[in-house]
């Protein structure tokens, strides 16, 4: 007997006995007074076996029919078997429409050795942080560099922007590696379809801070994406461990697993395919994990700006002083003014070279665009020799220095070290084994 079967026949002894009233034992099992009345004739005529549910042994009536469960079982291991309980599932209820429990499921996959046991979660030693109250107050930014695509196209990294308050994923791109224009241009996309965000947080990749080793003038630095975010209003936070933004870390799980299945599923084996196709598994993905905000209202607050000019903010802006004939030179580019009317203003003027991979560069002066030309500058550059030449060099270097002089020349002479005397002077000599530093009078 289970201690529920010791509980119901103790109560019931007492109902028997005269010592307790049937509505007081009804409310005391937790059954109705009809149910009472039956289980005290049952102890009347049968016993404490007479208590005992005459369902024991036999199978449950709402058990999956074992047909159905060897068809779910087939399907799971031809199609979905690197695939977890709660994610087969919803497969099979989406494309084969058998509708199973998640227990249902693991359970069978765990018989069918589709299914290993997971250890428990470990001891948190990091406290949970509170939700931000409104969508738009918090968005949580990573890049997950992984093999999104098994094998059908190179590794790559999936940048991705969730928010903070509802989970809800908000942005999402394939690109070949984190990079600040890569950032920049999901910023971009998210900015147009969602508004201005109240605050960005992300790790501290050098991307969003600078990293220096001394640190003394890294206060005063600013990298290109957060001066693009002061610009824009937003503020820029860096967490101090991958768990402060557990976030956008457990979703970054999540993504490597599910996102690769579907993506192998749909067929899709390159990155502008899933780029494409990203808006969809969003829809899909937020639907399934997305939650309530604790407030109703939007913190996005509306871009009013128009599309070119923000283009101009998320872009690279690289400070330059024009010369005196209105040049400037920027990775082996000679970037010429053309002045209409204020050409000697423009001299020695500082000047920004805005660059940005999908539009023109520009030339920024006092907030003006300035009409350029642009010309590739020649670049000088030694000939490479290889080390067997190297050796020959050193020798026709080492025969046109002064032959050496004789003992007895002035130049050999001692000087003295006394005040108001030239001390003596360090040179290189070359030889061609090594360097030698020696001091000469």
């Given at each position: 007997?289970?201690?529920?079967?010791?509980?119901?026949?103790?109560?019931?002894?007492?109902?028997?006995?005269?010592?307790l009233d049937q509505a007081s034992a009804a409310a005391r099992l937790g059954i109705s007074v009809r149910q009472v009345k039956r289980l005290k004739r049952r102890l009347q005529d049968e016993g404490a076996?007479?208590?005992?549910?005459?369902?024991?042994?036999?199978?449950?009536?709402?058990?999956?029919?074992?047909?159905?469960?060897?068809?779910?079982?087939?399907?799971?291991?031809?199609?979905?078997?690197?695939?977890?309980?709660?994610?087969?599932?919803?497969?099979?209820?989406?494309?084969?429409?058998?509708?199973?429990?998640?227990?249902?499921?693991?359970?069978?996959?765990?018989?069918?050795?589709?299914?290993?046991?997971?250890?428990?979660?470990?001891?948190?030693?990091?406290?949970?942080?509170?939700?931000?109250?409104?969508?738009?107050?918090?968005?949580?930014?990573?890049?997950?560099?992984?093999?999104?695509?098994?094998?059908?196209?190179?590794?790559?990294?999936?940048?991705?922007?969730?928010?903070?308050?509802?989970?809800?994923?908000?942005?999402?791109?394939?690109?070949?590696?984190?990079?600040?224009?890569?950032?920049?241009?999901?910023?971009?996309?998210?900015?147009?379809?969602?508004?201005?965000?109240?605050?960005?947080?992300?790790?501290?990749?050098?991307?969003?801070?600078?990293?220096?080793?001394?640190?003394?003038?890294?206060?005063?630095?600013?990298?290109?994406?957060?001066?693009?975010?002061?610009?824009?209003?937003?503020?820029?936070?860096?967490?101090?461990?991958?768990?402060?933004?557990?976030?956008?870390?457990?979703?970054?799980?999540?993504?490597?697993?599910?996102?690769?299945?579907?993506?192998?599923?749909?067929?899709?084996?390159?990155?502008?395919?899933?780029?494409?196709?990203?808006?969809?598994?969003?829809?899909?993905?937020?639907?399934r994990f997305a939650v309530m905000p604790s407030l109703p209202t939007d913190a996005h607050v509306p871009y009013t700006g128009t599309h070119a000019a923000l283009r101009r903010i998320l872009s690279v802006?690289?400070?330059?002083?024009?010369?005196?004939?209105?040049?400037?030179?920027?990775?082996?580019?000679l970037y010429q003014i053309q002045p209409a009317d204020r050409g000697l203003a423009l001299r020695g003027a500082d000047v920004t070279i805005v660059t940005h991979p999908a539009s023109a560069t520009e030339?920024?002066?006092?907030?003006?665009?300035?009409?350029?030309?642009?010309?590739?500058?020649?670049?000088?550059?030694?000939?490479?020799?290889?080390?067997?030449?190297?050796?020959?060099?050193?020798?026709?270097?080492?025969?046109?220095?002064?032959?050496?002089?004789?003992?007895?020349?002035?130049?050999?002479?001692?000087?003295?070290?006394?005040?108001?005397?030239?001390?003596?002077?360090?040179?290189?000599?070359?030889?061609?084994?090594?360097?030698?530093?020696?001091?000469?009078?």
């Amino acid at each position: 007997m289970t201690a529920k079967d010791v509980l119901r026949s103790q109560v019931m002894a007492q109902v028997v006995e005269g010592k307790l009233d049937q509505a007081s034992a009804a409310a005391r099992l937790g059954i109705s007074v009809r149910q009472v009345k039956r289980l005290k004739r049952r102890l009347q005529d049968e016993g404490a076996e007479g208590l005992l549910s005459k369902k024991r042994g036999r199978p449950s009536n709402r058990r999956t029919p074992p047909d159905v469960l060897a068809k779910a079982i087939a399907l799971i291991g031809a199609h979905y078997a690197d695939f977890g309980p709660t994610l087969a599932c919803e497969k099979l209820d989406e494309l084969h429409e058998i509708k199973l429990s998640v227990e249902t499921v693991r359970q069978a996959m765990l018989r069918a050795g589709l299914w290993k046991a997971r250890r428990g979660a470990g001891i948190r030693t990091h406290a949970m942080r509170e939700r931000r109250a409104r969508r738009g107050e918090l968005i949580q930014i990573d890049g997950s560099p992984h093999d999104w695509f098994e094998g059908r196209a190179p590794r790559c990294s999936l940048l991705v922007f969730i928010d903070d308050a509802t989970s809800e994923l908000l942005a999402l791109r394939f690109v070949d590696a984190e990079t600040t224009f890569g950032y920049m241009g999901l910023l971009e996309q998210y900015i147009l379809e969602h508004g201005l965000p109240a605050a960005i947080y992300s790790d501290r990749h050098s991307i969003f801070q600078v990293n220096r080793g001394d640190r003394q003038d890294a206060s005063h630095a600013q990298t290109q994406f957060a001066r693009a975010l002061e610009q824009l209003g937003i503020e820029g936070i860096q967490a101090n461990s991958p768990q402060a933004k557990g976030r956008v870390e457990r979703a970054n799980q999540t993504l490597q697993d599910r996102l690769v299945k579907e993506m192998r599923l749909q067929g899709i084996s390159s990155q502008e395919a899933a780029n494409a196709w990203l808006p969809q598994f969003m829809r899909a993905l937020n639907r399934r994990f997305a939650v309530m905000p604790s407030l109703p209202t939007d913190a996005h607050v509306p871009y009013t700006g128009t599309h070119a000019a923000l283009r101009r903010i998320l872009s690279v802006h690289t400070p330059r002083r024009l010369s005196s004939n209105l040049s400037c030179q920027l990775e082996g580019l000679l970037y010429q003014i053309q002045p209409a009317d204020r050409g000697l203003a423009l001299r020695g003027a500082d000047v920004t070279i805005v660059t940005h991979p999908a539009s023109a560069t520009e030339v920024l002066w006092q907030g003006r665009v300035l009409p350029h030309t642009l010309s590739s500058k020649a670049v000088r550059q030694q000939v490479a020799v290889d080390g067997k030449d190297v050796n020959s060099k050193v020798d026709r270097a080492l025969s046109r220095r002064t032959p050496p002089q004789p003992i007895g020349h002035p130049w050999k002479k001692k000087m003295s070290n006394a005040p108001g005397t030239t001390p003596p002077r360090a040179e290189f000599v070359q030889t061609k084994a090594h360097l030698l530093l020696v001091a000469t009078p």
